[in-house]
């Protein structure tokens, strides 16, 4: 391991969140984030993995990214309700899908190429389509992603 202090680091930037409810059963939303988050200054930084066991102990990696953060980010979603009878029970059937994608990132303190994670894309889920009333839900179903909604 390694133990440095960072003398300076900046991290800015910005989010947008959309959400719309055009009817009473279907709702989407839409989040974007951007982070521009760099070290400012570490001139002690460790060797990237590619260096190390070299000549060279410390390089400086001011003005690199800090490890961990996307530059952008995006999420998105969308839920249908379909008010129901089931076994005699009312309530909402709902079915939704949500995914995500975030840019590629450093997981090592110096941006190594070997150590980088490429950008990736979350699998767009489907949750389980679920009896609900009044704020609960059949065995088995899954959490919906707005708050339920009665229908009695």
Do not use: H
């Not at 930037?13 to 009817?23: H, I, K, N, Q």
């Not at 969308?78 to 059937?93: K, M, Q, S, V």
């Amino acid at each position: 391991g390694y133990l440095a202090n960072v003398p300076r680091v900046r991290s800015q930037g910005f989010e947008l969140d959309f959400a719309v409810r055009p009817s009473r059963n279907f709702n989407a939303y839409a989040n974007f984030a951007y982070t521009d988050a760099k070290y400012v200054s570490f001139p002690g930084a460790p060797v990237p993995v590619e260096l190390s066991g070299g000549a060279v102990q410390f390089v400086d990696a001011s003005g690199g990214r800090l490890p961990g953060v996307s530059e952008y980010a995006l999420s998105y979603g969308a839920e249908y309700r379909i008010p129901a009878t089931l076994f005699g029970n009312d309530g909402d059937f709902y079915i939704g899908v949500d995914g995500s994608l975030r840019s590629d990132f450093s997981s090592s303190p110096t941006p190594s190429a070997a150590l980088n994670i490429t950008a990736t894309t979350s699998p767009i889920s489907a949750p389980a389509i679920a009896p609900i009333r009044d704020g609960t839900c059949s065995a088995g179903c899954a959490t919906p992603s707005t708050p339920n909604i009665s229908t009695s």
